[in-house]
């Protein structure tokens, strides 16, 4: 008989490696995967405080790599191991002024947080289908909803996954295979930090006021936002509902940003964010 199985990816830190606990302590067996498992510490460590390093399997993965992707897929059927609920957590930040970010920053941009998440997605597709049930959650973020200045590398790629979730939601409901999308707000994670590295910042005068404002948006969250458990909590309840939402924004700020969003003109929106950029 095949085990049912929940896979991470990104599970090496943040969302993924929370995610990759909580879903063993509920007594899922685990594939948590990561670009490099020598970063595997913190969760094999975590684990096995937790008595659950039995129920969690590391593997390899960069979801920009074909190979690798095949190479996991073939691995689990050899394993007689399903894949029931598909969490696409990998991704990260990048930010800086439009014209600061290079081509190739846009490009690997797009190739982790979309391309990503559609091919992994693609991978295990078709045993979904097959068997006529199973889950697919998309870690989006309010950037998915709103444009922030100097995010237009992430918040492009965060529509983008948002477009392609809704689509295949659509196809895929007559299955019984539900597509949902989280929309977190800011939370404590190490992604603003990895943003900030990744940063191409501008030296032109121009810029200067939305740089240091990134700089200090991307510091505070990473060090005084929310606590991301009640991300987790909230991904762990989504996949008990029988029939789940397609979106779950996260936050009272998030979803106040959407609201407002949605019925306010664009003009006053505009207005605020420059008088928050000082402009």
């Not at 404002?213 to 458990?229: E, G, K, M, R």
Request: hydrophobic fraction near 45%; aromatic fraction near 8%; charged fraction near 25%.
């Amino acid at each position: 008989m095949k085990k049912d199985c929940v896979l991470i990816t990104g599970a090496s830190s943040g969302f993924g490696l929370l995610l990759a606990i909580a879903f063993a302590e509920k007594g899922w067996n685990v594939v948590a995967t990561m670009r490099d498992t020598a970063k595997a510490t913190l969760l094999v460590e975590e684990a096995r405080k937790r008595n659950v390093a039995k129920q969690i399997i590391v593997k390899k993965l960069d979801v920009t790599n074909a190979t690798e992707l095949k190479m996991l897929k073939d691995q689990l059927h050899s394993d007689g191991i399903n894949v029931q609920i598909l969490i696409n957590n990998a991704g990260y930040c990048q930010g800086g002024p439009t014209e600061g970010v290079a081509m190739e920053k846009w490009k690997h941009q797009f190739d982790t947080n979309v391309l990503g998440a559609i091919a992994v997605t693609k991978a295990f597709l078709p045993d979904m289908r097959k068997r006529r049930q199973g889950r697919i959650i998309m870690l989006s973020s309010i950037s998915g909803r709103f444009g922030f200045p100097a995010l237009g590398p992430y918040s492009a790629s965060k529509f983008a996954l948002e477009g392609f979730s809704e689509s295949l939601r659509f196809e895929m409901l007559p299955f019984g295979v539900y597509v949902s999308l989280v929309e977190p707000g800011a939370y404590r994670t190490s992604i603003w930090e990895k943003g900030l590295e990744e940063a191409q910042f501008s030296n032109d005068e121009d810029y200067k006021m939305i740089t240091q404002t990134l700089v200090a948006q991307a510091t505070h969250s990473a060090t005084s936002s929310n606590d991301p458990i009640s991300v987790v909590k909230k991904i762990v309840a989504i996949s008990k509902v029988k029939r789940p939402k397609l979106r779950y924004p996260i936050g009272e700020s998030t979803k106040l940003m959407i609201i407002l969003k949605a019925l306010l003109p664009m003009r006053v929106i505009e207005y605020v964010v420059l008088k928050k950029l000082g402009g």
